[in-house]
T-cell receptor
């Protein structure tokens, strides 16, 4: 069966510090991978998605970046965090074989920037 | 622009029925999805509608009217564990998911 895992679960970082959130998927190959951010009382905001190794599409211009060094690994990074980067970050995957809105989410990473 | 509207919060009684509505305006349509999200946790997939009509899955049913840009999620025989946020999402013409802000459902005994 397929599993998705992201870490760390909770992170408290000072403004201006770097960030790295990691996500891995097991049990499937060539998945579509996504990074979302969820602010309180707001819908999920798509940050990045990837249809293959090294293929990253950015949906929102900001100080975040994403990389996909391996087929089932997706990393969200920042060189300098802003206060507005605080939120609940979710990694997700979907089948790469067809367009589907059925996403499978990781456990989430709660980031607080102070 | 693309927009998903759903109520912010609803309250219902254990054992009762509740209907959560969702209206949408998107550029193209490739399906509507409902997700459940418990507080502090990740969303989990509940249902998918691409054709008009009702899809039933146990205590949960989802309805779609494409001509009206309207869907609802119906929860029957409510249980305390159904207390969660329910997210409506539409796959637009470019196969991107557009998400609503979610409806927080509070179940009272």
């Amino acid at each position: 069966s397929q599993t998705i895992h992201q870490w760390p679960a909770t992170l408290v970082q000072p403004v201006g510090s770097p960030l790295s959130l990691e996500c891995t998927v097991e049990g499937t190959s060539n998945p579509n991978l996504y990074w979302y951010r969820q602010a309180a009382g707001r819908g999920l905001q798509l940050l990045f998605y990837s249809v293959g190794i090294g293929q990253i599409s950015s949906e929102v211009p900001q100080n975040l970046s994403a990389s996909r060094p391996q087929d089932r690994q997706f990393i969200l990074s920042s060189k300098k965090l802003l206060l507005s980067d605080s939120g609940f970050y979710l990694c997700a995957w979907s089948s790469g074989e067809r367009h589907t809105g059925e996403l499978f989410f990781g456990e989430g990473s709660r980031l607080t920037v102070l | 622009g693309q927009n998903i509207d759903q109520p912010t919060e609803m309250t219902a009684t254990e054992g009762a029925i509740v209907q959560i509505n969702c209206t949408y305006q998107t550029s193209g349509f490739n399906g509507l999805f409902w997700y459940q999200q418990h507080a502090g946790e990740a969303p989990t997939f509940l249902s998918y509608n691409v054709l008009d009509g009702l899809e039933e899955k146990g205590r949960f049913s989802s309805f779609l009217s494409r001509s009206k840009g309207y869907s609802y999620l119906l929860l029957k025989e409510l249980q305390m564990k159904d207390s969660a946020s329910y997210l409506c999402a539409v796959m637009a013409g470019n196969y991107q998911l557009i998400w609503g802000a979610g409806t927080k459902l509070i179940i009272k005994p």
